[in-house]
């Protein structure tokens, strides 16, 4: 079986991904929830902390202890990437509704590469073929596909004037 330490720093980073992109889906539902956006919004945020309780339950099973310093580290870089992404520093609410959902997809898009890792290295770690990584990365992927199609309705407003 192979050595956990670095699968122990490279999932500790993904779940520090994960508290960030949770903060961020969360933030944005409730932002959104009476647009047409709200419906959307608010089942991919359920998704995405499913998602993330899935990678919490993957380390308990590996026996990989939570890093607490990065998981308040990525929660406060959450918190001051609202003040980038604010209407004021925005100047517009289409450009600051774009740029939140560019970046909630690249967390998504993040998301698919862990799993998609993880993947590659389960014959390595046993503990991992007790998760559906394939399930896990295909969801991830529907996430991305369904978010880029009201990205880009977003962007047409938001760039088009």
């Not at 919490?56 to 990525?74: F, V, Y």
């Not at 991830?140 to 990205?151: G, I, N, V, Y």
Request: hydrophobic share 40%; aromatic share 4%; proline share 2%.
């Amino acid at each position: 079986m192979a050595s956990v330490e670095g699968l122990e720093t490279y999932l500790n980073d993904h779940l520090a991904g994960a508290i960030t992109g949770t903060e961020l889906a969360n933030k944005i539902k409730n932002e959104y929830a009476d647009t047409s956006f709200g419906p959307f919004l608010a089942e991919l945020a359920r998704d995405i902390d499913q998602d993330k309780t899935s990678l919490e339950e993957l380390m308990d099973r590996l026996g990989i202890a939570q890093s607490k310093i990065k998981q308040a580290a990525s929660w406060i870089t959450e918190k001051a990437s609202r003040l980038k992404l604010s209407e004021a520093m925005t100047g517009d609410p289409d450009l600051k509704c774009l740029l939140e959902f560019e970046m909630l997809s690249l967390g998504i898009e993040g998301k698919a590469s862990l799993w998609r890792a993880l993947i590659a290295v389960s014959d390595s770690h046993p503990a991992l073929t007790t998760t559906d990584l394939a399930r896990l990365e295909k969801r991830a992927e529907s996430q991305r596909a369904s978010l880029e199609e009201h990205r880009i309705q977003v962007a047409r407003g938001a760039l088009s004037r």
